[in-house]
């Protein structure tokens, strides 16, 4: 777990953090060229991410 201190998820759940790499320039190009289509590739991938663990 994240943490164990009180506040941070409401009594009884838990906070999970789930983190990922990639290379930099998969994203770069598409950031300084196009930002709409680079903010719809980062969603793909989070929903890929999202899917894949359950969530």
Do not use: N, W
């Not at 930002?35 to 969603?43: E, I, P, S």
């Amino acid at each position: 777990m994240k943490s164990s201190e009180p506040g941070i998820a409401p009594t009884g759940h838990h906070v999970l953090e789930i983190a990922t790499v990639c290379p930099y320039e998969a994203f770069a190009q598409l950031h300084q060229t196009d930002l709409k289509a680079d903010k719809a590739k980062k969603r793909e991938v989070y929903q890929h991410i999202m899917t894949s663990v359950g969530v």
